[in-house]
């Protein structure tokens, strides 16, 4: 799987945006190593500020101490849903995007285990519970199109469904994007003029 995504993902131009204030973040879309891989995904708690009861992926807000959106993409994911970084083999990452939330966030991809997914527990303080989706349920879907606000504008995103959850949003922005590259999927992303 690293060597097949690295391929794919060294083609993809590394998307840098201008930060003009915004909060530097990082969240880790990853990917299992398996003959049917699966993304691991997680639903925000209802108790949070923001974001209450969203699919997205393990990440946050880059600390002083991070290293770089590497490093905070696996503590993230560390202190979200207990995967530690030795499991996860970093590959690379996507372009940056601008959430409506203030955050300019750096898309990290990384490799784990299909042993990894049986361990990984919610974080209770920030989720209501960790998932993971079939890569191939997602390239089978024909998904409704939402008109997303990520600054500086609005754009149409593909809105994915899952056992329940709808995976709408940034998360699905990189989510269509990733498979866009990897997989040659074909979901539409534009913005809206």
């Known amino acids: 799987m690293y060597s097949f995504l690295y391929d794919k993902l060294s083609t993809v131009p590394r ?3 201008e930060a003009d204030g915004l909060k530097p973040a990082a969240v880790l879309l990853a990917i299992s ?9 997680t639903q925000r708690s ?4 923001t974001h209450q ?9 880059c600390d002083a101490e991070d290293q770089d959106e590497i490093a905070t993409a696996l503590r993230e994911a560390y202190e979200e849903v ?8 970093v590959v690379g990452q996507l372009g940056q995007v601008y959430s ?6 750096t898309p990290i991809i990384g490799v784990v285990a299909p042993a990894s997914l049986l361990s990984l527990k919610a974080n209770t303080d920030e989720l209501d519970q960790v998932f993971t989706v079939p890569v191939a ?3 089978e879907q024909k998904p409704a199109m939402r008109s997303v606000q990520m600054l500086p504008g609005y754009y149409q995103v593909p809105t994915f469904e899952y056992q329940g959850f709808t995976i709408w949003g940034m998360t699905a922005f ?12 074909g979901f539409p992303l534009q913005q809206k003029p």
Do not use: M, T
């Open 46 to 49: 209802l108790k949070l500020s």
């Open 174 to 185: 990189v989510l269509a994007e990733f498979l866009n590259y990897v997989y040659d999927a």
């Open 82 to 89: 207990a995967l530690a970084p030795s499991q996860v083999q």
């Open 15 to 17: 998307r840098r945006l």
């Open 137 to 139: 349920h997602l390239l």
């Open 100 to 105: 409506r939330h203030g955050f300019l966030v």
């Open 33 to 41: 190593d398996a003959a049917q891989p699966e993304i691991i995904l």
């Open 53 to 61: 009861g969203q699919v997205a992926f393990p990440g946050g807000k």
